[in-house]
């Protein structure tokens, strides 16, 4: 298997060529055959990775090439696939096959049909690139990829300037990230003496905590902060929501966002060493998830209540990192894959069948004409609600377990979240397939349930959002933990972290009907005031209470950062481009350019064509000259 594992990146990478080059030429079907057909061999691929270590229980490492030596410093260009890789390639080919099979159906009336192709089969190779990576290098090159492609297809329809700007956004905020993880992975080497993951962690073992560790480590979290949406460089993925359907399911259940958790997942050895660090994840964690679930409850735009949606369950990933639950966060990227990746393909069937409508004020009484869209839309939201027997609530309940041993405070914040998240996923529900029809007679006469391919994903992601979930089933409800035991060689053995008490059985069931109390009661209360009582959101911010008009325009985060970070700038390249550059530099080099021109305007009229003024000069000049000497002597 080892010699083949290469071609888990170049066979997406291959498709990006034949399609990128292909783009004008080629056939639709046989474009999305290529894109689709290649990640889905990666996937088959990566399959086949999987059973190796599972049968072997060893990892796979394949080094490439020798590709950076700098003194004691080497880089090879080398692939690890261990028990933490192989199921994020399981996630990433297969989620992202299935959203391939969809942009299919989605896409094919779109003018740059091939070019979109490309785009997603080159945001799956640097994801993978990202993940196999042996050592941060190669990592950091994934993770500098997937922001470009980022850019890329969320300013997929660039001739609408704003989601240009929505793109150019993306790239600034995530480049901020960057700058630190950057930093960090400087850092690496020079306190540890390289980048491979096990000459890294080897080395931070011996060393211990100290201060460097907690400053690498909070450096890796800001480039984490930025790539995986986290306060306080967050606001670039609801805008994210400018690019076609398809790349958010992309972006938000199988690629980029992930990346964060991913980075400190790997890197627990190190994190684990620096419990101030530690701490900060699971504060700006909780607060993430807190504020974006607040934000949620208000919005209209279908898509933007899921993209507030994915930074809140980021954020409880981030909580579970940061109290030391690493396998319980990685459970939840896990499912949120799943009923995430479902959540946005369903939205894109129902924009789909309300041509391009995305205003849930205007959508409604939808069942019975999407009824695959709607039974799988309602499945995934009762995951992402956390209702048993469904995915979310076996990896979100972990999570708020451990994070009671760390803090009940923390706890009751997050159940306070999950309540949150119940309701905007049922009021997004409601708004959208019940009561009646809100949308124009033109918008009502099109309706129709999306084709095959785009409804298959669909079904496969809701069969998955429902059974997901039972690989982590916990001692108190009498199951096996399959994934704790399968992440075992990577994060050991389960422990009881420093300063976190062991929960009885009991004390586990109780904090998990606590949050399934919560969030039943928020859809019942959803229920009665979007079904029931038939509330149809307010269009104008005077009909708005206070509290909920703050919520709807997202706290003017967006305009606090305009006024005290964009405007500055804005007003300091003003006065350097007016004062330093205009009149400063400008003005030295203009004025010597004009000097020497009127100097040499001058001095050409010493030549006159007249021989006995030559002479004259000649003769002045040797009378200075012999002035000169003589004064010299």
């Known amino acids: 298997m080892d010699k083949y594992i290469w071609l888990i990146p170049l066979l997406p990478l291959a498709g990006f060529v034949i399609n990128g080059l292909g783009r004008n030429a080629l056939p639709k079907n046989l474009i999305g055959t290529i894109a689709s057909a290649m990640v889905l061999i990666s996937f088959g691929l990566s399959l086949g990775a999987f059973l190796e270590i599972q049968s072997t229980g060893q990892p796979i490492n394949v080094t490439l090439f020798n590709w950076i030596s700098v003194g004691k410093v080497q880089v090879p260009f080398a692939f690890l696939i261990d028990q933490l890789s192989a199921i994020m390639l399981l996630i990433i080919t297969g989620v992202g096959f299935l959203i391939h099979l969809y942009s299919i159906g989605y896409m094919h009336h779109d003018a740059g049909f091939g070019k979109f192709f490309a785009y997603l089969n080159l945001f799956v190779f640097f994801m993978l690139l990202l993940v196999l990576g042996s050592n941060y290098v190669i990592m950091f090159i994934g993770w500098e990829g997937v922001g470009l492609c980022s850019y890329l297809l969320i300013g997929f329809w660039f001739t609408n300037p704003s989601y240009a700007d929505a793109a150019k956004k993306a790239f600034v905020m995530n480049r901020i990230g960057d700058l630190g993880f950057l930093i960090g992975v400087f850092l690496i080497i020079q306190y540890f003496g390289g980048v491979t993951f096990s000459t890294v962690f080897a080395n931070a073992a011996k060393a211990g905590s100290s201060a460097p560790m907690v400053l690498i480590t909070l450096l890796l979290f800001v480039g984490a902060t930025g790539k995986s949406a986290q306060i306080p460089l967050f606001t670039w993925l609801p805008d994210a929501m400018a690019g076609p359907t398809p790349v958010s ?3 938000h259940a199988a690629t980029m966002v992930t990346a964060g958790i991913y980075m400190i997942a790997r890197s627990h050895v190190l994190f684990s060493m620096a419990p101030i660090t530690m701490n900060v994840i699971a504060v700006v964690g909780l607060a993430t998830a807190l504020l974006a679930a607040l934000i949620a409850i208000t919005q209209t735009d279908i898509k933007k209540v899921l993209a507030y949606s994915t930074v809140s369950q980021l954020g409880y990933m981030f909580l579970g990192l940061g109290v030391g639950a690493y396998t319980g966060a990685f459970f939840h990227v896990l499912t949120h894959a799943f ?8 939205a894109g069937s129902v924009i789909h069948a309300v041509s391009g409508e995305q205003d849930m004020r205007n959508m409604g009484g939808l069942r019975g004409k999407l009824p695959v869209t709607f039974i799988t839309m309602l499945i995934g939201t009762l995951a992402i609600s956390g209702i048993p027997p469904f995915a979310g609530f076996f990896s979100k309940d972990e999570i708020l377990a451990h994070t ?5 405070v923390f706890y009751v914040v997050g159940v306070i979240t999950a309540m949150l998240t119940s309701f905007y996923m049922f009021r997004l529900m409601y708004l959208t397939f019940w009561g ?19 409804t298959i994903p669909l079904i496969i992601l809701a069969v998955l959002s429902t059974v997901g979930g039972f690989i982590g089933v916990p001692e108190a409800l009498h199951g096996h933990h399959w994934l704790e035991h399968w992440l075992e060689p990577v994060f050991g053995k389960p422990t009881e972290a420093p300063g976190v008490m062991g929960l009885s059985q009991n004390t586990e069931l109780v904090l998990m009907a606590a949050s399934v109390t919560g969030a039943i009661i928020a859809l019942v209360y959803a229920y009665v005031k979007y079904v029931n009582r038939a509330n149809v959101p307010a269009r104008g911010d005077e009909n708005r209470p206070a509290l909920v008009n703050l919520s709807y325009h997202k706290f003017y985060i967006d305009e606090f950062y305009d006024t005290i970070i964009r405007k500055p700038l804005d007003y300091l390249s003003g006065f350097f481009y ?6 400063g530099i400008d003005g030295i080099v203009n004025g010597l350019g004009e000097g020497s021109v009127e100097t040499g305007k001058g001095l050409r009229l010493l030549q006159t064509g007249n021989v006995g003024f030559y002479i004259f000069m000649m003769v002045i000049g040797i009378i200075a000259a012999l002035v000169y000497s003589l004064v010299k002597i």
């Open 249 to 251: 399911a992309l972006i």
């Open 404 to 408: 009671f041993t760390y803090s009940p």
């Open 436 to 454: 009646k029809f809100r949308g124009t007679h033109e918008q009502e006469h099109h309706l129709h349930e999306s084709p095959a391919n785009m």
């Open 578 to 583: 007016k004062v330093v550059d205009k009149m």
């Open 339 to 346: 009923f995430k990746a479902l959540l946005f393909l369903g």
